[in-house]
C-alpha cells in the first residue's frame, strides 16, 4: 500500500526552527514529485514546497528564503526544514504526492495525515 | 499566481438532494483542475482529476465538468458520507493555487 506518515510537529517560539518528515512506503519520494501543503485552523489549503524527482525544487513566496526542502532516498524520506517561524506559519503540514494522469494531467494522489505545527510563545 | 474562487461557500442539503458546486480560474486552465473532499481532522481525499475524470473508487455519484475558466463539482444524490468540504486546485501552472473550499452541511 502507498502511504505517507509525517512526523516531527509541535510547539515552537516565534523565531524558531523545526524540522518535519514524511516517511513513504510502496513508492520512492525520490521518484516522483513530493510536495508540502499546509492548513491554518480553520482555513483552506495552501501549497508550501515541492521537490521534484530530479532533485530541484521550488517554494511559495511565503515561504521562500526560510523553508528548505530536502529528502533522503536511503530513508525513503522527504523533510521541511522550517526556520524564522511566525505565528501565521501555524497550520497542519500535509506532504503529498504529484500523480500524473493521461500522460499530462496532475493531481495531489496521496496525502500523508498531516502533522501539526504551533508557533507561539 | 493563479486565483481560484469557490461557490458558494458553504451550503446546507439534505440526504439524496442533488448538489453543484464552482470553481472559477482568474485565467484559462484547459482542464487542469482538481476536486478534493476532506472530512474534519482527515487530510484532503482526490475526488476527480482533469476536471472530469473520476479517482479510482470514488463513487459514481460524483462528476466534474468544465474547461477553460468555469468548473462545477456535482453530487447526484448526496449521501450521509458526503457531508465534508471540498477543494478545488488547478494544476495549470506552479504555484498549485486552492479554491477557498466549500463545505457541504446538513439541512
Known amino acids: 500500500e502507498e502511504q505517507l506518515v509525517e512526523s516531527g510537529g509541535g510547539l515552537v517560539q516565534p523565531g524558531g526552527s523545526l524540522r518535519v518528515s514524511c516517511a513513504a512506503s510502496?513508492?520512492?519520494?525520490?521518484?516522483?514529485?513530493m510536495n508540502w501543503v499546509r492548513q491554518a485552523p480553520g482555513k483552506g489549503l495552501e501549497w508550501v514546497s515541492v521537490?521534484?524527482?530530479?532533485?530541484?525544487?521550488a517554494y511559495a513566496d511565503s515561504v521562500k528564503g526560510r523553508f528548505t526542502v530536502s529528502r533522503h532516498n536511503s530513508m525513503n524520506t522527504l523533510y521541511l526544514q522550517m526556520n524564522s517561524l511566525g505565528p501565521e506559519d501555524t497550520a497542519v503540514y500535509y506532504c503529498?504526492?504529484?500523480?500524473?494522469?493521461?500522460?499530462?494531467?496532475?493531481?495531489?494522489?496521496?496525502w500523508g495525515q498531516g502533522t501539526m505545527v504551533t508557533v507561539s510563545s | 499566481d493563479i486565483q481560484m474562487t469557490q461557490s458558494p461557500s458553504s451550503l446546507s442539503a439534505s440526504v439524496g438532494d442533488r448538489v453543484t458546486i464552482t470553481c472559477r480560474a482568474s485565467?484559462?486552465?484547459?482542464?487542469?483542475l482538481n476536486w478534493y473532499q476532506q472530512k474534519p481532522g482527515r487530510a484532503p481525499k482526490l475526488l476527480i482529476y482533469?476536471?472530469?475524470s473520476l479517482q479510482s473508487g470514488v463513487p459514481s455519484r460524483f462528476s466534474g465538468s468544465g474547461s477553460g475558466t468555469d468548473f462545477t463539482l456535482t453530487i447526484s444524490s448526496l449521501q450521509p458520507e458526503d457531508f465534508a468540504t471540498y477543494f478545488c486546485?488547478?494544476?495549470?501552472?506552479?504555484?498549485?493555487?486552492f479554491g477557498q473550499g466549500t463545505k457541504v452541511e446538513i439541512k
Open positions: 503529498a504526492r504529484i500523480g500524473f494522469y493521461d500522460g499530462n494531467s496532475a493531481a495531489f494522489d496521496i
Open positions: 482533469a476536471a472530469s
Open positions: 521537490m521534484y524527482s530530479a532533485g530541484n525544487t
Open positions: 485565467q484559462t486552465i484547459s482542464t487542469y
Open positions: 510502496g513508492f520512492s519520494v525520490s521518484s516522483n514529485y
Open positions: 486546485q488547478q494544476s495549470y501552472s506552479p504555484p498549485w493555487t
